[in-house]
Every structure is written in C-alpha cells, then in structure tokens.
C-alpha cells in the first residue's frame, strides 16, 4: 500500500507544494537574501552585508514603532483577556438569552479590519469633533481608539474560547469543592481558573500574536497618524505599528527597500520568538498532566 | 448542577447588565446603518442623530456607492466572492490530499514539508510581502485566477497542520481494508478518508473563508489593481485617494459589505464556532 501511495505524489503532493514554493517557499529566502541587499527591484540587488541592520537599529521611526506596539500588545491582551474570560464566565451560568449575547459579541470579529477602522473613524470623530478634536490630531486618542476598536473585535474570538474551557470543565468538582465548604470566590479561584490554564494560555498569545501584527486596523483608523519630527528631519508617524512602519519603509521611499527588507525580519524574529515562547508553556504544560 | 438552573437575582442582574452591554456593543453598526440613510453634511455634522426630513436621503447613498469613483464596486463583489469561494475550495481539495500523502507514507522528505507548513504559519506577511508580490507578478499570477494559487501557496501552512493532524487519528486499519478490497489510493482517499475528515474540511474552510474574505494587503500587492479589487480594497480607495472623499457612499459601502458576513454567521453559526474553537486549539 505505502509502495503505492509513493507513485501517486504527484497527484497528491505535487499541486500543493508548487503553489508552496511559490507562495511562501522562495518568497521567504529571497526576503532574507534581500535584507542583505540594496535594491529597488529584485534585479538590481547588490549584496551589502548588514548596513541595512545597522540602519534598521538606527531608524527612529521604526524603533518608535516597536515601542508602540509594545505598549498597545500590553494593554491590548490584557484587556482581552479579563473582558472575554468573565463574559463567557457569565455566559455559562446558565442565563437566558446567553446564544443572542454570544452572536452579538462574536459578529464583529467576522468584518475585516479595514472596514472596522472605517466604522470607528466615524465614531470616534462624531464624539471627539464637540471638543474640536479628530482621532488624529492626538496620539493618545489614536492608541486608545485602537485599543477599543481591537477589544471590541477581537474579545467576542476569545470567549468563544473561554466558553468551550468551561465548558470542559467536570461539573463533579464544583460539586465537591461546595461540599467541602468553598465560597463562590474561592471556587472560581481554586477551581475554575487552574482548569482554564490552558484556554487562558491560548487565547493570551493569539491576542498577542493577532495585536502585533496588527495591520489594517492601523492603516484605516489612523493611517499612523499624527505625525512628529525627528532631529534628523524625518518624520516620525504617532501610532504607527510595526507591520504598518514596515510598509512604509519599504514602498513609501523606493531608496529604503533593503532597509524595510531587514526591519521585516527582525520583525519576523521577534514573531518567532513570541510563538517558540508559546510552544515552550504548551509542551510545559503537557509534561506536568 | 444547580448552578445552571436557579434564578437568583444576581442572575437577572446579570442579564439585564448583558443586554445593556449588547445594546452598546452593536451601537457602531447601528450608527453605520442610520448614517447610510443621511446627506452627507448631516453625517459630518452630526453623525449620532436620526435623519429627519431635511437630511433623510433614502437609497441615493447606495445608488451613489455602487456608482462612485471609475471602478464599479460590483465588480469588487464579485472579485471578493470568487477568489474566497474559489481560494477556499482549491485549499481544502489540494491540502487534504497532501495532508494524507504527508502522514500517510512519511518519509524525511514529508516531514520537511510538514514542519516548513508549520513554520509559514508563523511568519508575518511583511516578510514576505515584497518578493511574494514580485513572485506573483513574474508568474502572471496577478489576476483573481491566479491569486487562488498564491492563496493555496500562503494558506497551505495552517490547512495542512490541522488535516494531518485529524488524519493521524483516523486507523490506518480502515485504508488498509479498502486496499484489500481493491481500492486503489485515489479511490481509498475519495471514496473512505474524505467522508471521515468531513468535520475538519468544515473548521479549516470556515477558518480560511474568514481570512480570504477579509484579506486586504495580499490581494491589494498581488492583483493588478486597475482590473480587480476585493472589497476592502475597494472601500480602502474611495478613502484614501479621491481627495474628496464621499462619506454617505462610504457608509453604504461598509453596510453593504457587512451584510454577507451576517448572512454567512447565520447560515453557519454552529460550524463558525467549532471551527474557531478547533483552530484555536491547534493553533
């Protein structure tokens, strides 16, 4: 039988691992190769070592990026996490209505983030234009606009999450802990929250990973916006994530390429970093049960 | 359990502290749909309020959306609905067959395809962006054809980790009781592995439906822009570059566009759960 099956790559393998290879495959180590370059087309590439790190480490724009996302990746799953884990703790108390509260907190996670940034951009401007404000004419309005653009997305996607934990949980151990005299405090403490590592272990690094490498959300609702300027005469764009400073480098100045190149893999580095940070509380996990 | 059937009052709090929560929560559509139906100076002006006789425009905000810059946005609808439909189904048939090649004859080989799928799901797209795109264009892959191509290339990581995943638990018995019986691969795969793997085919088609349909920057890079948009590229343009930007065609937009999504939740919402909650897990 295996005999066989090896005859049929073709037709079983083949298909996928073309369109592989052309999708992800060689795009990926042209990417690191070029982030050894200068180019403006894949062409004209002259490798020149790491200058376009050593530029990428220096680039003001970017680093302020990073510390951006840094701050809205902390705020952001934290907020997540609390909003999603009690909804759903509510949702399966057994109230009524509890299906019509989990569609109307879910359906927001199916619309795509560019025409949520445009929905919030109405939003927030209808508020903020009775102080003669906009979403972009402060930072601190844009970070937070899409900190509850992002909760409201995203914390329907957890509690869904959430809801199966509990529901995994064994009723007969709420059971025994209120025979053993547990208080309703204590019971979510001592009870419900070590059963739900692992739900809360999941949903703590996709809110991470979806927050940092948010992208279109960014680009609708503030498109980076406002701007400062920087000692060396660039400008430096407000509540510019990482994914959306990337771009930027990379299409907004064609002289830049080779320098958006590396910012792009040093942000896939930190990426992998997060995930093989993941894998590790998984397996960790795995080995105590 | 008595926790799930009493009606304390704590519970009615709740309910009622969850409705108003809801009201709230679907407040930002509702503010979209009430603006569809303004002029546009009432939108700017006061986008909270209720159109009255003066600001009340009827339907002229869709005829005017589906009209508004030289692209017209049914096209987008339809170039949306065919790379997602077609996207999707190309990546269940071609990746279920890789993924029971993959598990099934497991050689080294295999296995390096199978944790480079793994790898790809954890790489950013800017990584890729600029040579995927050049790739794409090099090839002549920038039409909605051909992006179906670049979908299955990008979207085979997560398709193939959760199918080998479901068919390592399937026994190898059955297969091997429908070679004895004569069944050659094509037909063992077809005829007993696909009918089995149905509840996996659901949760990864729902997973990448929710990924395609949305998508903004892989198609915005790949196809050629002047023939074909999707609809968030579509909605994306009539914001940025048109100078004057008409904000009631806009919210028509956003309103028409939300509507699918709603109708596809419905249609789905059992399989959209366990779809999230099955990704969730393996993810």
């Known amino acids: 039988m295996l005999k066989k099956k090896k005859q049929y790559f073709l037709i079983f393998l083949l298909p996928t691992l073309l369109a592989f290879i052309i999708g992800f495959v060689y795009p990926f180590f042209q990417g690191i190769y070029l982030s050894f370059c200068k180019f403006i087309t894949t062409s004209d590439a002259q490798f020149v070592g790491f200058s376009n790190y050593i530029e990428a480490f220096q680039d003001e724009s970017f680093l302020h990026s990073f510390w951006f996302t840094v701050a809205f990746v902390i705020v952001n799953v934290v907020l997540i996490n609390i909003i999603a884990f009690f909804v759903a703790y509510a949702l399966t108390m057994g109230i009524k209505g509890a299906n019509i509260f989990r569609t109307v907190f879910f359906v927001p996670n199916l619309i795509g983030g560019i025409i949520l940034g445009y929905i919030w951009q109405l939003i927030f401007n209808g508020i903020l234009v009775n102080f003669g404000e906009t979403i972009v004419s402060n930072a601190t309005f844009g970070f937070w606009g899409l900190v509850i653009l992002m909760c409201w997305q995203q914390a329907g996607y957890m509690m869904i999450i959430y809801i199966a934990g509990f529901q995994s949980v064994p009723g007969d151990l709420y059971e025994a ?6 208080t309703k ?12 590592a692992p739900s809360i272990t999941i949903c703590t690094f996709l809110t991470l990973t979806n ?14 916006l406002p701007t400062t300027v920087a000692a060396d005469g660039t400008s430096i764009y407000q509540t510019q994530m990482m994914a959306l400073n990337i771009y930027n480098t990379f299409y907004a100045n064609g002289n830049s390429r080779g320098v958006g190149q590396a910012e792009a893999v040093i942000f896939f580095v930190i990426v992998v970093a997060i995930s093989l940070t993941q894998l590790y509380f998984t397996r960790r996990r795995e080995v105590q049960q | 359990m008595d926790r799930k059937n009493k009606n ?14 809801s009201v709230v929560y679907v407040m930002p559509i509702i503010i979209i749909l009430i603006n569809s139906f303004k002029s546009k100076t009432a939108i ?20 005017e959306g589906m009209t508004f810059g030289n692209f017209p946005f049914w096209i987008s609808v339809a170039c949306s609905l065919f790379i997602t439909v077609g996207g999707v189904f190309l990546i269940l048939f071609c990746t279920s067959m890789s993924a029971w090649y993959i598990s099934r004859v ?13 790898f790809s799901m954890v790489v950013p797209f800017q990584m ?7 790739t794409a264009d090099t090839l002549k892959l920038n039409t909605p054809w051909g992006i179906l191509i670049v979908y299955l290339g990008f979207g085979a990581g997560l398709a193939i980790f959760m199918f080998t995943g479901f068919v390592k638990s399937i026994p190898i018995e059955i297969e091997e009781a429908a070679g004895i019986d004569g069944a050659g691969p094509l037909r063992t795969f077809f005829g007993v592995v696909l009918p ?11 997973l990448e439906t929710m990924w395609i349909w949305n998508d903004y920057l892989l198609p915005y890079l790949v196809l050629d822009i002047k023939k074909f948009r999707t609809i968030p590229i579509h909605i994306q343009y009539l914001n940025g570059s048109y100078g004057q930007t008409d904000i009631g065609a806009i919210m028509a937009l956003i309103v028409l566009s939300i509507i699918p999504i709603v109708i596809f939740y419905f249609a789905c919402q059992k399989h959209i759960i366990e779809g999230v909650v099955a990704g969730a897990v393996k993810g």
């Open chain 2, 44 to 63: 700017s002006a006061s986008p909270f309020s209720f159109p009255n006789a003066d600001s009340f425009y009827g339907f002229k905000n869709y005829i």
């Open chain 1, 211 to 224: 927050s940092f490498k948010l992208f279109d959300q960014n680009l609708a609702l503030t498109g980076g």
């Open chain 2, 8 to 21: 304390t009052p704590g519970k009615i709090f709740l309910t009622v502290f969850l409705s108003v929560v």
């Open chain 1, 185 to 196: 405090s204590q019971i979510l403490g001592r009870v419900t929250i070590p059963m739900m």
């Open chain 2, 106 to 118: 497991n050689s080294v080989f295999c296995k390096i395809v199978y944790y480079f799928c793994v």
């Open chain 2, 196 to 206: 089995i793997m149905k509840p996996t085919f659901i949760s990864v088609g729902i």
């Open chain 1, 177 to 182: 802990a209120r025979i053993d005299g547990a």
């Open chain 2, 128 to 134: 890729v962006m600029y040579t995927l795109s050049k």
